[in-house]
């Protein structure tokens, strides 16, 4: 992450940024029960800001992901047919590491990170009047992973504007492109 990119929720929160207040208000608990007692509450975070960030698009979010996996890396896309933006935020206990984030741009973005490496995933939705030809156009850019950050963003929009409404964060204006070519 970038310094000037927003942390919206981490699986690994820094344990001495909470001790003192965790103490004051678990004096009886040893370390490892304070570090348990952290991390419980930091995933009903999630689960609150999840709840926080629900909102809903006409369209389904288009996940971007670079993978890194044991053989390399691999791009691979999915969309997220609901719409919904709190369905970026899915993840399981097991994930060794995992962060959310709007980066200075204003688009959401995951590093998740796991034993072969680190996936990075981008999130973006797409644009209003937006046809199943451009779409598949896009798609298959996809595919086969020869497409460019401006053919991304001719067909879709970030989410971190509708984020920022939640936490009180703002983006530089991005110029919008058409979809055309």
Same mark, same amino acid.
């Given at each position: 992450?970038?310094?000037?990119?927003?942390?919206?929720?981490?699986?690994?929160?820094? &344990? %001495?940024?909470? *001790?003192?207040? $965790?103490?004051?208000?678990?004096?009886?608990?040893?370390?490892?029960? +304070? !570090?348990?007692?952290?991390?419980?509450?930091?995933?009903?975070?999630?689960?609150?800001?999840?709840?926080?960030?629900?909102?809903?698009?006409?369209?389904?979010?288009?996940?971007?992901?670079?993978?890194?996996?044991?053989?390399?890396?691999?791009?691979?896309?999915?969309?997220?047919?609901?719409?919904?933006?709190?369905?970026? &935020? %899915?993840?399981? *206990?097991?994930? $060794?590491?995992?962060?959310?984030?709007?980066?200075?741009?204003?688009? +959401? !973005?995951?590093?998740?990170?796991?034993?072969?490496?680190?996936?990075?995933?981008?999130?973006?939705?797409?644009?209003?009047?937006?046809?199943?030809?451009?779409?598949?156009?896009?798609?298959?850019?996809?595919?086969?992973?020869?497409?460019?950050?401006?053919?991304?963003?001719?067909?879709?929009?970030?989410?971190?504007?509708?984020?920022?409404?939640?936490?009180?964060?703002?983006?530089?204006?991005?110029?919008?492109?058409?979809?055309?070519?």
């Amino acid at each position: 992450m970038d310094s000037r990119d927003r942390l919206i929720w981490t699986s690994q929160p820094d &344990f %001495e940024e909470y *001790r003192e207040d $965790l103490k004051a208000d678990f004096p009886e608990c040893s370390e490892d029960e +304070l !570090r348990d007692i952290l991390q419980q509450s930091n995933w009903d975070r999630l689960q609150f800001d999840r709840e926080e960030l629900a909102h809903l698009y006409d369209d389904s979010i288009l996940v971007i992901a670079d993978l890194g996996l044991w053989d390399g890396r691999h791009t691979a896309y999915k969309e997220i047919e609901s719409g919904n933006l709190m369905d970026c &935020f %899915e993840t399981s *206990r097991d994930t $060794l590491d995992i962060e959310w984030f709007v980066d200075k741009n204003g688009d +959401l !973005r995951c590093n998740d990170y796991h034993h072969d490496g680190t996936n990075h995933y981008l999130y973006r939705v797409w644009k209003d009047n937006i046809s199943e030809a451009q779409k598949d156009n896009l798609r298959l850019k996809l595919y086969h992973g020869d497409y460019s950050r401006a053919d991304v963003t001719r067909c879709t929009k970030r989410l971190g504007d509708e984020i920022g409404k939640v936490y009180g964060w703002t983006f530089p204006e991005r110029k919008e492109r058409s979809c055309e070519r």
